[in-house]
Structure formats: C-alpha cells, structure tokens
C-alpha cells in the first residue's frame, strides 16, 4: 500500500507540473502563468506593490522556421526562454504565452528598473544567437498598482504591455517600447 501511494502521489506530481509547464521551453505554459501571477498580484495588490510586466515576440521566428527548419526553432525557443531565466529574479514569473511569445510578470518592481531590465533582456538576446542563427527580441513593458479589482487590473497590465509590443514591432524591431497612452488629437484641447 506504501509503495502504490508513493508511486501514486509521484505520478500527481508529474501530472501537475506538465498541466502547468511548456514541454519544449520548460517555463511555465499560459495556464501556469496565469495560476502563479494572479497569487503574486493579490499579494502586490494588498502590499501596494508596483507590479511589472513584459510582453516578449522573438523577431521574424517564421523566417527561422522556414530557412532552418522547426528543430532549430524549437532550439531557439529554448535558448530564449533560458535566457530570460538566466537573467530574471527567481521572484519573476515567465511564461509561454503562445507561438514565439513570452510574457513576464515582475511583481515589486521599482518604477526606474523596468525599462533598464527589459533592455538588458533585449540586449542579451541579441547578444547570445543559437549558433549562427541571429535572434532578436522586441519587447513592450508596462507598470502600475493593481487596486481592488487586481485580477482586472492584472489584465490591463498585460493589455498595455501587449499594445507597447505592437509598437516594437511596428517601429522596426529589436526594440524595447515603455506602454504610455495614445493620445487622441481628434477633438480640441
């Protein structure tokens, strides 16, 4: 009884950790993302915590695929994802969010650091290529307080980090953009 316990509990465990993980990167999937960083911002909520977050899309991954072939994406995926561990705080939570994008939450974050880490992050990726296979990053960040409604809040975050990502993309890539809100010329000020 022992032994099928143990061998039982083991097998939960391995179960839990692959609902929750990317096979090919080993960071977290989007539901594992999503179980630790809501935990993390009801924290940062209660202790009114800056809360970061990073949206990441490696550049041009399509073109990878198609000159290397899938293996060697799936190589860079991984290099990638290593990286962001490598350099992030342990505090960080990474995860797959799709396809060749990643997303980062920073919870106690300080308001100077943000836009300095997701350069460096920027920087070591360009820096480190899977062999001679050139990789870039383009990167939108952004910042704030999660109030009473943190799961919204959250959600927000991430919505503006996603439109600074856009940004990135759009202005040329392999680029670092901070969210800042659009301002809407049409009507006088």
Do not use: C
């Amino acid at each position: 009884l022992g032994e099928t316990l143990k061998r039982l509990w083991k097998e939960n465990r391995r179960l839990a950790r692959q609902s929750t993980t990317d096979d090919l990167t080993g960071v977290l999937n989007r539901r594992g993302f999503f179980t630790v960083a809501l935990q993390f911002a009801n924290l940062a909520q209660r202790n009114k915590s800056l809360v970061g977050v990073m949206m990441i899309d490696l550049d041009h991954f399509k073109s990878i695929n198609d000159r290397y072939g899938h293996n060697i994406g799936d190589l860079v995926l991984k290099k990638t994802a290593n990286l962001l561990s490598d350099f992030l705080r342990s505090s960080d939570i990474i995860g797959r969010y799709g396809g060749e994008e990643f997303i980062v939450m920073l919870p106690y974050i300080d308001s100077s650091s943000l836009g300095i880490i997701a350069e460096k992050l920027r920087r070591i990726i360009e820096e480190n290529p899977l062999e001679d296979v050139q990789t870039t990053i383009s990167l939108g960040h952004a910042q704030g307080l999660l109030g009473d409604q943190f799961e919204e809040d959250f959600q927000e975050l991430i919505k503006k980090a996603d439109e600074a990502l856009y940004q990135a993309k759009a202005s040329g890539r392999n680029r670092v953009v901070e969210y800042r809100p659009q301002k809407n010329n049409s009507f006088p000020t």
